[in-house]
């Protein structure tokens, strides 16, 4: 099956600081998500991103699919965006999401 | 606003007393997924269905069941919850995920976390 790898797998992040998480993947895929997990383990939907580049306030997303990565840039980070960010992806082979182990991120006062 | 529901947040049962956990959405979306993630680890799917078609992932205990009256509920049943059973349990919809496209995006509800004593 496909492999999804996030790196770095923990960051620690000063208050305003700018920060770059990065998905790879091994096959061609029809859906990449990126989401937050808050600290109540509800999974936020932050990108629907299979290709191109999105952005959304202090968040933006960019998936170069022919290069399988993407990439989520979070700016002026705040300790609201602390949880952990999961990477996700489907194939076109079958419906089931196949997640990344996830980054850890703290953003520290 | 359109969303998925999940219902207890926090359920507390004993070792081998049957569960049930409940997920209602308002998005009309065909197929309801249940996943299971346990601390510190990436989502599990257990098994989905895509309108009445029941799909099991080949991993799944056989305690694990799942019921969909109708397009709106899809139930988790554990039949005999184990102290390896403690999780979150995760609900999520999308519509069609055979498709390209955003049809196949799927939303998460905000998930059950499940204690067995």
């Known amino acids: 099956g496909i492999q999804v790898e996030q790196s770095p797998p923990d960051l620690i992040l000063q208050e305003g600081a700018n920060s770059t998480l990065r998905c790879n993947f091994s096959d061609s895929v029809n859906n990449l998500q990126w989401f937050h997990q808050n600290p109540w383990g509800q999974l936020i939907n932050l990108f629907y991103?299979?290709?191109g580049t999105k952005q959304n306030g202090r968040l933006s997303a960019t998936t170069v699919a022919t290069e399988r990565y993407s990439l989520l840039y979070i700016s002026s980070s705040q300790t609201t965006d602390s949880g952990v960010y999961f990477c996700a992806v489907l194939t076109g082979a079958n419906s089931k999401l196949t997640f990344g182990k996830g980054i850890t991120l703290s953003v520290r006062p | 606003d359109a969303m998925v529901i999940q219902n207890p947040r926090y359920q507390v049962t004993q070792f081998g007393k049957p569960v049930t956990l409940s997920c209602s959405q308002t998005l009309n979306h065909n197929v309801m997924y249940w996943y299971q993630q346990k601390s510190s680890q990436a989502p599990k799917l257990l098994f989905h269905y895509y309108d009445k078609d029941f799909n099991n992932e080949a991993d799944t205990p056989d305690n694990f069941q799942s019921r969909r009256p109708n397009t709106s509920f899809c139930f988790l049943d554990i039949r005999s919850p184990g102290l390896g059973d403690a999780a979150m349990y995760l609900c999520a919809t999308s519509r069609d995920p055979g498709t390209s496209g955003g049809a196949n995006e799927q939303f998460f509800g905000p998930g059950t976390r499940l204690t067995v004593l």
């Open positions: 991103i299979p290709s």
